[in-house]
């Protein structure tokens, strides 16, 4: 008996500039191949059961492409499984926020895919002895959450849900994405479920013994570099699927084969060094790159560099690394300011637009944003309400 667990496909996630010669998105041809390979690979293991926990799709109405991609690829899975049930949950991404908008993944239910879109639902399949309680977004976030426990006679007894599991995560939340409903470790404890197969969480991740997020199958949050650190943490390299062998409790780790790599190069100290030498730090980081930076998504951080050193870099080699690679993201830091030395009295409060400023230069941004303008942008709203507070 054994279930295969996908979760996060993001169809029509969308990212940096580049297309494909049929003019549609490069990361979102890169998305739909990686959900291709995770079919492929499920209907060569053959498993019992398919379970697809949430985020099918990375909005609530996704684009024509995407749809006729999706119904493409779940129909493949109908047809060369025709005996194995495949349970579909809406995640936060794919549940519209009014009733009236209807849920797109309606669609799927006549292709013979049992959908759980709206209200957590108990599906029983007793050819299989397998019973699933299918716990979507929206079930998750209505005033009355559903009883999760396992109910019925049969033996395998499994709960899907998309959400957060509470503490589970780094404080400075640099991995998951907001928007998840929170579910406690012990409301998943309760009962000994034979299995729970989590979406939400992109990186892939045993939370206990018999529950576990299958992750992402591409790089497909606004901070990939927040997933890249905690996967290196894990030992985890790329993405995947899972597959679980249901009366042993064992997991097998399913790599899917992506399309391009994703690097964030150790940081650079710029520190006391002249632009003529972080030219030279920055293309030996880039010429030392495994299999090169063409084509890939390539991220150099580089800390303590002054307005003036970050003005006079050779900016005519940097364009032709932004060229090369699918995208290259410079990300220059300016030094600290301790505003306490020379300024007021020694540790005096910091206003608030200097604590959003030192806040926005350090936080992670999405890869394709400027951070000067953003620092700056944040600032002047800082300081535009704080102006508009003070006249009343
Ligand atoms: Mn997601």
Do not use: C
């Not at 589970?168 to 928007?179: H, I, K, N, T």
């Not at 290259?328 to 959003?356: C, S």
């Amino acid at each position: 008996m054994k279930i295969a667990h996908l979760a996060d496909p993001h169809l029509g996630f969308r990212q940096y500039h580049r297309q494909t010669s049929s003019g549609l998105n490069q990361r979102e041809a890169d998305v739909a191949n990686a959900f291709r390979r995770a079919v492929d690979g499920v209907i060569a293991a053959r498993p019992d059961a398919v379970l697809v926990a949430g985020d099918l799709f990375h909005s609530v109405r996704p684009t024509n492409p995407a749809i006729l991609f999706a119904f493409h690829q779940f129909h493949r899975l109908r047809e060369a499984l025709p005996a194995a049930p495949i349970v579909l949950i809406a995640g936060n991404h794919d549940t519209p926020r009014s009733v009236e908008t209807g849920s797109i993944l309606g669609l799927f239910d006549s292709i013979g895919v049992d959908v759980v879109a709206d209200e957590a639902r108990r599906l029983s399949y007793p050819a299989l002895g397998l019973s699933v309680l299918a716990v979507p977004h929206n079930a998750l976030v209505a005033p009355e959450r559903p009883a999760m426990e396992p109910a019925g006679s049969e033996p395998h007894q499994v709960l899907m849900l998309h959400g957060e599991v509470e503490g589970l995560f780094p404080a400075d939340r640099s991995s998951v994405e907001y928007g998840g409903a929170l579910v406690s470790p012990e409301a998943l404890a309760r009962g000994g479920w034979s299995y729970v197969a989590l979406g939400h969480y992109h990186v892939q991740r045993e939370v206990a013994p018999r529950v576990w997020y299958a992750g992402s199958l591409e790089y497909v949050s606004p901070n990939p570099w927040g997933e890249l650190h905690e996967e290196a943490q894990l030992g985890l390299e790329g993405k995947g699927w899972l597959l679980v062998d249901l009366p042993a409790g064992r997991v097998q780790r399913q790599p899917v084969v992506l399309a391009r790599r994703v690097h964030d190069l150790p940081a650079l100290d710029g520190q006391g060094r002249t632009a003529a030498e972080l030219d030279q730090l920055i293309a030996a980081a880039v010429a030392a790159l495994p299999g090169g930076h063409q084509d890939q998504v390539v991220r150099q951080v580089i800390r303590n560099v002054p307005r003036h050193i970050g003005r006079e870099l050779n900016h005519t080699a940097i364009r032709a690394l932004k060229a090369e690679a699918l995208h290259y993201q410079l990300d220059l830091r300016r030094p600290e300011v301790h505003r306490e030395v020379g300024v007021g009295a020694p540790g005096r409060r910091r206003t608030l637009p200097e604590l959003v400023e030192d806040y926005l230069t350090r936080r992670l941004l999405p890869g394709d944003l400027d951070r000067e303008s953003f620092v700056r942008r944040g600032t002047e709203l800082v300081q535009a309400a704080e102006r508009e507070w003070a006249e009343g």
